[in-house]
Nanobody, 120 residues
């Protein structure tokens, strides 16, 4: 019954910005780390940015300084602010969350993805 729902993708011109959101819905869990991944056609899925429950962040080197990950624990939501977008940033962006159940078990969940297309 746990779902991750992404939103905020779309078509933008190079140099533009988008803000992606991912909401974890359901009950009976707590969220540890959350992250954004992306997958371009013909390429492997790669990490974009991650954020721990304590707020520590990690970014892909090429995106550092342009993308910002943040979270609102009260809303079970993670955000990705994407600035100075480039055509090579075009991909499906996926939300990932490490969820913990009351008995201690944990597992990663994936959203269905949101398309980001950057035109030249």
């Amino acid at each position: 019954q746990v779902q991750l729902v992404e939103s905020g993708g779309g078509l933008v011109q190079a140099g533009g910005s988008l803000r992606l959101s991912c909401v974890a819905t359901g009950s009976g869990f707590s969220i540890n780390a959350m992250a954004w991944y992306r997958q371009a056609p013909g390429k492997q899925r790669e990490l974009v940015a991650a954020i721990t429950s304590g707020g520590s962040t990690n970014y892909a080197d090429s995106l550092k300084g342009r993308f910002t990950i943040s979270r609102d624990n009260a809303k079970n939501t993670v955000y990705l602010e994407m600035n100075s977008l480039k055509p090579e940033n075009t991909a499906v962006y996926y939300c990932n969350a490490d969820l913990r159940r009351p008995w201690g078990a944990s597992a990663h969940y994936w959203g269905q993805g949101t398309q980001v297309t950057v035109s030249s």
